[in-house]
Structures are given as C-alpha cells and as structure tokens.
C-alpha cells in the first residue's frame, strides 16, 4: 500500500517540476536562453527541443502506453537530470543544481516502485526488492 503513495507521489511531483520547467521555457524564453548561455550551451537549438522533451517524458510515464516508451522517458529523464545537475555544478553554481537533485530523487522512487501500481512491469524495476522493504 505504501508503495502505491510513493508511486503516485513521486511521479506527480516528478511530472510537476518538469511541466513547470517546460512552462518556464516557454513563458521567459530570454531568461532560459542566457542562463543556458552562462553554462556553455548554444541556446538557440536546445531550449525548442527541451520543450518537447520537458513535456513528452512526463506524458510518457504517466500515460503508460508502452512500457518502452515509459523505460526510455525514466533513461532520458535521468541522464536529463545528472547532465542538469553536473553543468551546475561545473560552473561553480551549486544552487541551481538543487532542482535536478531533487528530480533525481523523485525519479529514483518512480522507477522502483512502478512496477508494483502499473498492471504492465518494467523488465528493469526491481520489483522483489521492494516489495522485501516494506514488508
């Protein structure tokens, strides 16, 4: 039962943190394409793309159409977060890195524990592990 909240929990605030970040994109366009610029990124083709994936990769995991899909929306979602988190990080501005540790976590406690609240496993949640930590 426990793992079905952190399940849901997780996975909203996991799909919140990132619609809001594809929202700020979109409504302070100038704001994100400097601060990516700060970081080293040509920002002109990256932040469009971002949108995107900002908005697909939640979609993906909480629509849960294809259990493929949903595993490479977790991938993309992780390596999205480390990469956020180390570009920070390598420029010296550990705070901006808060949101991406935070994503991590979140995303961590999704993947784990999906497979016990979704009808379709995933081939690479550890469900026998959960399920021997909460019992």
């Known amino acids: 039962m ?11 605030l996991l799909s919140l943190l990132y619609f ?5 994109y979109i409504a302070k366009g100038d704001f994100v394409r400097n601060a990516q610029a700060e970081l080293g990124y040509s920002a002109a083709h990256l932040v469009p ?3 995107v994936v900002k908005i697909l990769g939640p979609i993906a995991i909480l629509w849960r159409f294809n259990v493929a899909i949903s595993d490479l929306a977790y991938a993309g979602m992780f390596y999205h977060l480390l990469l956020s988190a180390s570009a920070h990080l390598g420029v010296r501005k550990p705070k901006g890195s808060i949101p991406a540790a935070v994503g991590i976590i979140l ?8 497979n016990v609240v979704r009808e379709n496993p995933s081939p690479y949640a550890p469900m026998a592990i959960i399920h021997d930590a909460f019992k």
């Open 49 to 51: 793309l971002m949108i």
């Open 2 to 12: 426990i793992e079905n909240y952190i399940y849901w929990v997780s996975t909203a």
């Open 20 to 24: 809001a970040s594809a929202s700020m």
């Open 107 to 114: 995303l961590a406690a999704s993947f784990v524990t999906q």
